[in-house]
Nanobody, 127 residues
Framework: QLQLVESGGGLVQPGGSLRLSCAAS????????IGWFRQAPGKEREGVSC????????LYAAFVKGRFTTSRDNAKNTVYLQIDSLKSEDTAVYYC????????????????????WGQGTQVTVSS
């Protein structure tokens, strides 16, 4: 079964950090760029970051402002999203998605461009 599974979400206080993981099973991520998205209650899903298949040239949404870092370990078939200095407005379900391309596509591309999606992991920032 081909799937992506996110993990690492949880409840964290403002200013804290989390590292989200996106693990693939049933296929290799070597040929896929991986995007991270989030969806807050009542809002549309928005692109957060993307990392190319080789791990270079990451893209970030403007609102990230240096707080998010995406990385990957192809040997572990896993991609990561490190989130620092968390704010209440970062509260959302975070998703990873894979697109079979070497380079990232625009974070504003249609969600249908992606081949696989994970089920999401909840991040809640609250004191």
């Amino acid at each position: 079964q081909l799937q992506l599974v996110e993990s690492g979400g949880g409840l964290v206080q403002p200013g804290g950090s989390l590292r989200l993981s996106c693990a693939a099973s049933g296929f290799s991520l070597d040929y896929y760029a991986i995007g991270w998205f989030r969806q807050a209650p009542g809002k549309e899903r928005e692109g957060v970051s993307c990392i190319s298949s080789s791990g270079g040239l990451p893209l970030y949404a403007a609102f990230v402002k240096g707080r998010f870092t995406t990385s990957r370990d192809n040997a572990k078939n896993t991609v990561y999203l490190q989130i620092d200095s968390l704010k209440s407005e970062d509260t959302a379900v975070y998703y990873c998605a894979a697109v079979r391309r070497r380079l990232c596509i625009s974070l504003r591309s249609s969600l249908s461009e992606y081949d696989y999606w994970g089920q999401g992991t909840q991040v809640t920032v609250s004191s």
